[in-house]
């Protein structure tokens, strides 16, 4: 990567990462929401809550668009004894659903619903007295607001961001509040336990022709056309089949694949290679040498990593976004995990009905690997140790959990230990990693935060909401302050 730093992107617009993500639905091992809450909650709580997310705020959709990859893939991993999947979590394969509605992108911001909604506003940080949260200081437009909450304030900034707005709010690691003079009204473990799906086995497939999802046909014009009826390339999401296994013969899976049919070769650098900050040596040493094939990847993700970030403020300055030290594969499980589950993903592409296809593997040997002898373990070490990339899934720096655990920052009412009227609902709290593509997930606890928390007050709550006033030219531009 360049500068050895990976983008951790997310969505700076109302909906969030969800309005930029490749739309994937997946509910997860259910037993691992039970631990989550530890125990206040049975697996079918989580159904209901999901189902009623899957019918109610998403709209669950087959791909509607598919190359030839996915049913040679199928049949690839009936071949190696996986099957498709049933309502329970276990090692299969199964085309992706996507949270669309007739083909378009839907997601939980599109829902009708009376909202207010200031955009282009920086909360700075949380206004709390005597362990109390009664508002949120916000920076729009130059101007710093104080904003007052009726009841109470819930922070949903995301993995990254939640963890700023507490510290800079005086809650977190004492050491690093008093190393930076913020007054420390809650030391917690804000910023810690920050855990990703990350994953390897990028353009591992080669084609001597081109499939029917390709870099040029998604500059065809006339996908438009198939787009406005649902319809067409411009449908995707960019991942045609998700796979489940374990590489320690366990019914539990430890690794997700998720088969993309572009690979990162195919739009020549143009775009992908950019977005994720591939070196120049790289680019030019190995992904180069495959312009004159398609390329597709078996992206290879661990599920369950031991390895563990952090993400803390760098100064009391609120423009400035925090140091993210990811620590990804410090420890060792996990490239043995990816070792493993590369190999796997070897066993699929040489299977026979990929060869059918006419798919190969990619032959090209990393640059600074080739010492090695090809996809041995020392080789796959050093390939995954120089490639391998996040999935965008951060979770786990406000973590829920017992109040008398040392990791828990949330308790499991969402609310911050020991300070009033202050919540956290987004993937911040999620205390591990689920088993599989998390957005589900997190939409699930928003629900279940509704229910247990919002649901009940009285519905003229917001009855006397008032916007700032702003000059008009303002307001129009910049949408400060919109009003259903
Ligand atoms: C590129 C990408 C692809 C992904 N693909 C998938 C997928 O296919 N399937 C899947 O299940 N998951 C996917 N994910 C993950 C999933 O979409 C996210 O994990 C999820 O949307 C995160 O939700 P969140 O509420 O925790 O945070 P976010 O959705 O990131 O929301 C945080 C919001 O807070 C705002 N914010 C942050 N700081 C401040 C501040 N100081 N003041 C005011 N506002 C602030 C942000 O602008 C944003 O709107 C993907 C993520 C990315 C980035």
Request: hydrophobic share 35%; charged share 20%.
């Amino acid at each position: 990567m360049v500068d050895k730093k990976c983008k951790l992107t997310q969505g700076k617009i109302f909906g969030g990462s969800s309005k930029l993500n490749n739309m994937i639905h997946v509910r997860g091992n259910i037993s691992h929401y039970v631990k989550w809450f530890h125990g206040k909650y049975n697996e079918d709580y989580f159904k209901q809550h999901l189902e009623y997310i899957e019918k109610n705020i998403f709209h669950l959709n087959n791909i509607q668009y598919q190359s030839e990859l996915v049913d040679a893939i199928l049949d690839a991993a009936n071949e190696l004894g996986y099957k498709e999947f049933g309502q329970n979590f276990r090692a299969n394969f199964q085309k992706t659903k996507v949270t669309q509605k007739d083909g378009k992108r839907w997601t939980t911001s599109d829902k009708d619903i009376n909202k207010y909604v200031v955009t282009n506003a920086l909360v700075e940080n949380v206004l709390i007295t005597d362990s109390i949260g009664y508002g949120v200081s916000v920076h729009i437009s130059d101007k710093i607001h104080k904003i007052f909450a009726r009841k109470g304030v819930i922070l949903s900034a995301g993995t990254l961001n939640t963890p700023k707005i507490l510290q800079l709010s005086g809650i977190g690691p004492a050491e690093l509040l008093k190393a930076l003079k913020i007054p420390v009204i809650q030391d917690l473990p804000v910023g810690h336990n920050l855990q990703d799906h990350i994953g390897s086995g990028l353009d591992l497939i080669l084609f001597n022709r081109t499939l029917s999802i390709n870099a040029a046909n998604m500059l065809n014009p006339l996908n438009l056309f198939y787009y406005l009826q649902g319809k067409g390339a411009w449908t995707t999401p960019g991942c045609e089949v998700i796979g489940f296994y374990s590489t320690k013969n366990s019914t539990n899976p430890d690794v997700q694949v998720m088969i993309l049919p572009v690979g990162i070769a195919s739009d020549r650098g143009s775009h992908l290679r950019k977005s994720l900050s591939i070196t120049d040596e790289i680019w030019h040493k190995y992904f180069t040498k495959s312009f004159d094939k398609h390329t597709s990847s078996v992206f290879t993700t661990i599920l369950h990593p031991k390895s563990k970030g952090t993400v803390y403020i760098k100064s009391k300055n609120p423009i400035i976004p925090p140091l993210v030290n990811t620590r990804y594969l410090s420890e060792k499980e996990d490239v043995d995990i990816l070792i493993a589950g590369i190999k796997i993903a070897v066993k699929l592409i040489k299977s026979d009905s990929l060869r059918n296809i006419g798919a190969q593997i990619n032959t090209n040997p990393f640059p600074g690997c080739s010492q090695y002898k090809f996809f041995s373990d020392r080789y796959l070490q050093c390939y995954i140790r120089h490639l391998t990339l996040t999935s965008y899934h951060y979770v786990g720096t406000c973590s829920m959990g017992l109040p008398e655990s040392k990791n828990s920052v949330v308790d499991t009412s969402f609310k911050v230990l020991n300070v009033k009227n202050l919540y956290v609902v987004d993937g911040s709290v999620l205390p591990t990693l689920p088993s599989g593509n998390i957005n589900a997930a997190i939409a699930m606890m928003a629900n279940i935060f509704f229910e247990t928390n919002i649901k009940r007050l009285p519905r003229n709550i917001h009855s006397s909401f008032q916007c700032h006033k702003y000059n008009k030219l303002h307001d129009y531009l910049f949408k400060v302050c919109s009003l259903d």
